[in-house]
């Protein structure tokens, strides 16, 4: 089954250059989510997108700015970024609907390092 | 503050024993409570989830037990096998509504299970 991918797995930065995260959710799921993970801690929720609207909005800096695009897929950009901002970043997808019975479903993540 | 509050943060069991982590929550709008598996370096993975109107649900060597009244909840790994071992999220979801919902995950349980 197809699953979430995210674009690149791996990147390494310097402090205040700017990055860009991919995310392509499921195909068919409408819904695509944001996380941040630092080494030993649990998800953090960042951002969502529902039919390419932003839906809700966590503990994102506003260094961050993130859209979801007309295929659904959606990017996360970054800029400035900091020494803190390394981490594991995650995205997942769902489907939302009126049953409301989304499950998300995560990515493999991208390792984003800065140096 | 942790909404949803997850012990033990990490826990040695030997290999066919049983595993059991505990979650705890405050907000009765969670409509939905999923268990994620994680490996090092590796997205979370759904593992089980229940709904609140549900006591029990069982999938395979997994089970979540869950107690509406005290707002807890509590994954069982059965016969508990070295590739159990993984960090475990437990989760707690607001529902959307014609939005996108969101997860809120508990702090992790790092499960290792001896040989």
């Known amino acids: 089954a197809a699953g979430v991918i995210q674009s690149p797995r791996h990147l390494i930065k310097e402090k205040r250059e700017t990055a860009t995260l991919k995310c392509y959710p499921i195909?068919?799921?409408?819904?695509v989510y944001w996380y941040q993970q630092g080494p030993g801690q649990d998800p953090q929720f960042l951002i969502s997108f529902y039919e390419k609207m932003q839906s809700d909005k966590g503990s994102i800096p506003d260094r961050f700015s993130a859209q979801q695009f007309s295929d659904y897929h959606s990017e996360l950009n970054m800029s400035s970024l900091e020494l803190g901002d390394s981490a594991l970043y995650f995205c997942?997808?769902?489907?939302?609907?009126?049953?409301?019975?989304?499950?998300?479903?995560f990515g493999p993540g991208t390792r984003l390092t800065v140096l | 503050q942790q909404q949803v509050k997850q012990s033990p943060q990490s826990l040695i069991v030997q290999k066919g024993g049983i595993s059991i982590i505990n979650c705890a929550y405050e907000?009765?709008?969670?409509?939905?409570f999923p268990w994620y598996q994680q490996f090092p370096g590796k997205g979370p993975a759904l593992l089980i989830a229940i709904r609140p109107d549900v006591s029990e649900k069982k999938e395979g060597r997994f089970t979540i037990s869950f107690n509406k009244s005290a707002k807890q909840f509590s994954l069982h790994i059965m016969d508990s096998q070295p590739g159990d071992s993984a960090t475990y999220f437990c989760?707690?979801?607001?529902?959307?509504?014609?939005?996108?919902?969101?997860?809120?995950f508990g702090s992790g349980t790092r499960l290792s299970i001896r040989p």
């Open positions: 195909p068919r799921h409408d819904t």
């Open positions: 997942a997808s769902s489907t939302t609907g009126l049953k409301n019975t989304d499950t998300q479903y």
């Open positions: 907000n009765t709008a969670f409509d939905y």
């Open positions: 989760a707690a979801r607001f529902p959307g509504y014609s939005s996108a919902s969101k997860i809120i």
